[in-house]
């Protein structure tokens, strides 16, 4: 992925909102792999004719293995601002996946997520326990085809590999996520989970933004 193909959904003065493939890391890490934020920094360098380094600001993340919008701060002030926002459960995050099995109706799932740094997966309690943190979402189904279900996914709680380990526990793991027991082959590096929709506010002026992919961008009915 080069900069002259990056899109962006959304920019203004102190906030920029752009979609991450799959398989792409948020921020750079000791592998020297390419991040997003090296895209969207090399994107305001040329855009802005700025010498130097650009500030860029991580105000949340999504896995490398999943698709979707990620916002950024192009200011100390933006990210000020938004931080706020997420720390305060005032931004509102959606996710379209795709499972296997058949989901018939809509439901909530609500776990205790304990995070295991070591295997860097999230191990399911059904009651509070020492480490484990509550962890609830809803989902609604939009299509079934074959041997998977399309659901959309409203996150209530931000837990580590929430939406991954909580379909795994119904027995309806993410399509190609193995580490979650996945047996559905997908493509290599990715899983099929997409933060599909992102609502917040703006920096200045509290005007609401909000953002959405088609799922026929995401994902497609064969």
């Not at 799932?109 to 943190?133: F, G, P, Q, W």
């Not at 409203?154 to 309806?172: D, M, N, V």
Request: hydrophobic share 35%; aromatic share 8%; charged share 30%.
């Amino acid at each position: 992925m080069k900069n002259e193909i990056l899109k962006v959904l959304y920019e203004d003065n102190h906030l920029i909102a752009v979609f991450k493939p799959a398989g792409l890391l948020v921020q750079g890490d000791a592998s020297g792999a390419i991040s997003l934020m090296d895209i969207v920094k090399e994107y305001l360098k040329e855009k802005y004719d700025k010498p130097g380094d650009v500030f860029l600001g991580l105000v949340h993340r999504l896995d490398r293995p999943v698709s979707g919008i990620v916002l950024f701060a192009k200011t100390s002030k933006g990210a000020s601002r938004v931080s706020a926002q997420f720390r305060n459960r005032e931004v509102s995050k959606n996710y379209t996946a795709v499972v296997e099995g058949i989901i018939e109706k809509e439901n909530n799932i609500e776990l205790y997520l304990e995070k295991d740094e070591k295997s860097r997966k999230a191990i399911v309690h059904t009651e509070t326990a020492e480490n484990a943190l509550k962890a609830s979402l809803s989902y609604k189904v939009l299509h079934t085809e074959k041997d998977r279900t399309w659901v959309k996914i409203e996150l209530h709680t931000g837990r580590f590999h929430q939406i991954r380990a909580s379909f795994s526990y119904i027995k309806h793991p993410i399509v190609g996520d193995s580490k979650y027991g996945s047996h559905i082959k997908y493509k290599e590096g990715e899983i099929a989970l997409c933060a599909t929709e992102l609502s917040f506010k703006t920096a200045t002026g509290d005007k609401e933004i909000k953002l959405s992919l088609s799922i026929e961008e995401v994902f497609h009915f064969s």
